[in-house]
Nanobody, 123 residues
Framework: VQLQAFGGGLVQAGGSLRLSCAYS????????LGWFRQAPGKERDFVAT????????YYADSVKGRFTISRDNAKNTVDLQMNSLKPEDTAVYFC?????????????????WGQGTQVTVSS
């Protein structure tokens, strides 16, 4: 199982970015997926998760209404659309999978992780 995130960059506050994560390996369509982020000197925090069907999503309160997680099981990808970005959204963003159908906001429940992609929001 491998995940690779891309799409990060530098954007001004109020702008948008779309992150994508490509998945390779078995049973992608049956695994829950999530996005986390880690700012310098801080812990890796939950951002959003999506069920294997794509019908159930959960978001951290800090991004609710601004970020949208989606997945395409035909393409083995999971995306994170980020709108109305704020400087406090600056972090390295990671995609991950629980390796099961169960969604979770706990990073300890995620078995496989991709490398991060840097998102920087300037004020």
């Amino acid at each position: 199982v491998q995940l690779q995130a891309f799409g990060g960059g530098l954007v001004q506050a109020g702008g948008s970015l779309r992150l994508s994560c490509a998945y390779s390996g078995r049973a992608f369509s049956t695994y829950a997926l999530g996005w986390f982020r880690q700012a310098p000197g801080k812990e890796r925090d939950f951002v959003a998760t999506i069920s294997w069907t794509g019908r159930i999503t959960y978001y951290a309160d800090s991004v609710k209404g601004r970020f949208t997680i989606s997945r395409d099981n035909a393409k083995n990808t999971v995306d994170l659309q980020m709108n109305s970005l704020k400087p406090e959204d600056t972090a390295v963003y990671f995609c991950a999978t629980t390796g099961s159908i169960s969604t979770s906001s706990d990073r300890n429940d995620y078995e496989y992780w991709g490398q991060g992609t840097q998102v920087t929001v300037s004020s």
